[in-house]
Each structure stands twice: as C-alpha cells, then as structure tokens.
C-alpha cells in the first residue's frame, strides 16, 4: 500500500465552498464518515467552519456544538479522527475527545493560544499531532494578499517556517508537525500549480495537500464546473502527491483517490 495517507473531509457546515449542508445534520456527517472509512479512508477530517474565500467567522462554542456529536462517535467506533479548527478552545475539547490530530488553516495566526493548548495536549500525554497550514489574513481577506515578489514557494517555505518554528518554541515537538502548503489560500490558480510542481522543496517535514475541488483545478476543464466535477482530476494530482512522497491529501471523494493512487502503484510495480 501506498505510504501517503487519504484523508478525508467531512463538513458539518452548511456552507462549505463544494458540500456545504449536505452533512450539516450529525446523523448524515456521522453515516458520510463511516462511508469514507469504508472507502479506504485513513483519517477523517471534520470541521465544523467553513474557511472558503469570504466565509464569516464562528466562535468556538458553536463549532464543538457542530463538531462533538461526530466527533466523539467516530473516535469511539476506532476511527483516525483530525479536527479542522482555528480555535484553540475547540483544539482543547478535540484532544480531550481523542482526536490524533489538530488541522489549523491558520497556522497558528487566529489564535495566539493554539500553539500552547496543542503543546499542553501533547505534554499531558495526548497522541496529538498539530497541522500547520500556510494562509495570510483571515477568510474574508485572503484573496487581497496573494502578492509574492519573492516567489510563491520560497515565501510559503519561509513563512510556514517561521510558524513551525514558534509552534516549537510553544513547545509542540517538531515530529508531532505536519505542514501544508495551503492552496487556495491567499494564492492565485497558477500559484497553486507552481506550488504542485515544486511540492518536493517542502520535504523537511511531513506535508499534508489539500487540492480537493478547489477553484483552480476548474483550470483543468474546458467549461465551468462544479465543486463535485473535479474529483478526476483531484485524484490525478493525489496520484501525482504520492510519487512525490507526501505524507497525506486531503480530499473528499476517497475512492477515486484510492483507484488513482493503486493504479499508479499498479505502474511502478510493473516496472
């Protein structure tokens, strides 16, 4: 099997850029859980916000009021559980619920505490690992900020560097540390492929991609597409992600994921 795990995206929103309301409802985002594990899951990753371009913020009661029922049901039923949050307050209930990782877009930019509550987890015991994603600004300002005169990925390197490094300084151990380049997030649709094509220059840590339906994958096809039309072409960069050697894709439609991923090992073994 494959080394580069398939994470995937349960949205208990109703808002979400590609899904949003389709498991709003804990039943259904519980049910929708269950069957991405069925698909060849390795972890679900549940968020309770959307942080698509433009999105309002929630506060932290009402996103663990979303989150808890689906969360705490998954974990106890086995599943590999990662809490999509911002929040340290909702990363706090999240370890104490057993989830094994904390999945902050931010980095650590909207909380000032996340870094201390993660590191708090971790010393007390918890198998947490923190996932620091690379973004400017906040949802409602992101596409404002996509500006790199030094180049896109030498200036994500750096900046999720620093990050990492003040997550460290926290006291969050760098091996519990995975890093994500952040597409979509306060980049253009080439800044993304450029990232794509140099993902190997973030190799110093392990690096979760979220390509996911995102906007710029629409550049792929010849007209418009919805969200949930490009899980074909989501799966062709998963594909791609894994030769590269990535830890882990964030995606929502596991089993194209899955077949792109064994068809290619498929290839290599043949080889």
């Known amino acids: 099997m494959s080394q580069t795990l398939v994470m ?3 949205n208990v ?98 909380d000032t505490a996340m870094y201390r509550t993660v590191a708090e987890g971790i010393g007390s015991g918890a198998k947490v690992r923190y996932i620091c994603q690379h973004t400017r600004g906040i949802p409602e300002t992101m596409n404002e900020m996509r500006d790199y005169p030094d180049g896109i990925v030498v200036t994500v390197i750096a900046e999720l560097s620093d990050r990492v490094w003040a997550a460290e300084r926290a006291g969050i151990p760098r091996e519990r540390i995975i890093w994500d380049p952040g597409l979509g997030f306060a980049k253009t649709g080439m800044q993304d492929w450029e990232v794509l094509a140099h993902i190997d220059k973030f ?3 392990p690096v979760l991609v979220g390509p996911s339906r995102k906007r710029f994958i629409a550049m792929v096809y010849p007209e418009h597409t919805q969200p949930s039309e490009r899980d074909g072409a989501t799966a062709t960069i998963a594909a791609y992600l894994m030769q590269r050697g990535v830890w882990g894709v964030r995606v929502h439609n596991v089993t194209e994921t899955r077949a792109a991923i064994r068809a290619t090992e498929l290839i290599k073994e043949a080889r």
Do not use: M
């Open 13 to 110: 929103t109703p808002d979400s850029f590609s899904d949003g309301g389709d498991w709003f409802d804990p039943e259904r985002a519980i049910a929708h859980g269950r069957q991405l594990l069925s698909d060849g899951a390795d972890i679900i990753d549940i968020g309770g916000e959307s942080t698509r371009p433009g999105a309002t913020r929630l506060d932290s009661t009402a996103e663990i009021e979303r989150i808890e029922r689906v969360a705490r049901t998954l974990i106890d039923e086995g599943a590999s559980v990662s809490i999509d949050t911002v929040h340290a307050t909702t990363a706090a209930a999240a370890i104490k619920w057993g989830a094994d990782y904390v999945n902050d877009v931010s980095g650590g930019l909207a």
């Open 8 to 10: 995937g995206i349960v």
């Open 203 to 205: 190799a110093d840590l």
